[in-house]
Nanobody
Framework: QVQLVESGGGLVQAGDSLRLSCTGS????????MEWFRQAAGKEREFVAG????????SYADSVEGRFTISRDNAKNTVYLQMNSLKPEDTAIYYCAADTFTLAIITTPGAMNYWGKGTLVTVSS
């Protein structure tokens, strides 16, 4: 079992930055592919960013490429999502997810088998 807890969401203005954290228990996150997804009101959950085991490879959605950065702190068993130059369209609930089956970064939510409960990010214009 893997338990994931997100934190760091909040209300910010366009252009601001936020750093989301995802702290894990029950399993060492460095051995797992870790990903961030988001879901805006009335929309489907979508891939945001992913990192392969040991941080060897990262992948980003086109909409966040160059603004968001995924990283790990293995000592804290935590994965981060640094979000810069936030836009109102980034408003969503952000979820951390773990894939315990594959090493690849898979952008389909259905491929992830552990999820946190999410943290809300609201970006005002």
């Amino acid at each position: 079992q893997v338990q994931l807890v997100e934190s760091g969401g909040g209300l910010v203005q366009a252009g601001d930055s936020l750093r989301l954290s995802c702290t894990g228990s029950g399993r060492t996150l460095s051995s797992l592919t870790m990903e961030w997804f988001r879901q805006a009101a009335g929309k489907e959950r979508e891939f945001v960013a992913g990192m392969s085991t040991s941080g060897g490879r990262t992948s980003y959605a086109d909409s966040v490429e160059g603004r968001f950065t995924i990283s790990r702190d293995n000592a804290k068993n935590t994965v981060y999502l640094q979000m810069n130059s936030l836009k109102p369209e980034d408003t969503a609930i952000y979820y951390c997810a773990a894939d315990t089956f594959t090493l690849a970064i898979i952008t389909t939510p259905g491929a992830m088998n552990y999820w946190g409960k999410g943290t809300l990010v609201t970006v005002s214009s």
